[in-house]
């Protein structure tokens, strides 16, 4: 379980990374005011959609895999925690596209291998594929949309980079577990 929830996080945040490095502006504003390129955003979309735990996509396999290894009272932190992953990552999906600017070159080819690791990863846990999953997922997806539209679309809130650095750390740190579990497996 731990393992592709960990491999998901690594391909979606490693897909984003490099996309943030195509966007027009680092500052989330300038972006609202600039249009993104149509390829760019829909990269940018396939990983919002897989870090929110959308059906075909990694994302959603290891977040059912996990909810199915949860105690009852645990499922209520893991579908709060998604409604708010669902929240954070609409801001992206909701952006402007249309601009003119292209990528760079060397651009493509790491950002279109990760995001076919998002499709094909998926396939780990094809058991996640049953209709309550697929409408729960997009029911908690929608939820998130919501609520981002309805409160959190005009409201700033504004983090100390601190926790930016913590949340790469914490990704680090999970990958090398990952790596290290990996190295263990008898052969």
């Known amino acids: 379980m731990g393992g592709l929830y960990a491999l998901a996080h690594g391909l979606v945040k490693s897909a984003l ?6 966007l027009p502006s680092r500052n989330f504003q300038d972006l609202k005011q600039k249009p993104i390129e149509l390829k760019i955003w829909i990269a940018l979309v396939i990983a919002s959609l897989s870090i929110s735990g959308f059906p075909f996509l990694v994302g959603f396999g290891a977040k ?3 909810i199915k ?3 009852p009272w645990q499922m209520i932190a893991m579908n709060v925690a998604a409604v708010g992953t669902a929240i954070v990552f609409a801001k992206f999906i909701f952006l402007p596209r249309g ?3 292209e990528a760079k070159p060397g651009f493509w ?3 279109l291998l ?3 690791g998002l499709i094909a990863a ?3 846990y094809i058991e996640a594929y049953t209709l309550e999953n697929m409408l729960k997922a997009i029911a908690i997806i929608g ?3 919501l609520a981002y539209f309805l409160i959190f679309q005009r409201t700033a809130i504004k983090l100390p980079r601190m926790f930016e650095k913590f949340d790469n750390l914490v990704g680090f740190m999970s990958l090398i577990s990952l790596l290290l579990f990996w190295m263990a497996l008898p052969k």
Do not use: H, Y
């Open 17 to 22: 990374f490099l996309i943030a490095g195509a």
């Open 64 to 66: 059912m895999l996990t």
């Open 69 to 71: 290894n949860l105690l």
């Open 99 to 101: 601009g003119t600017a």
């Open 109 to 111: 080819p790491p950002v």
């Open 114 to 116: 990760l995001l076919g």
């Open 122 to 124: 998926n396939a780990f």
């Open 143 to 145: 939820v998130g949309w």
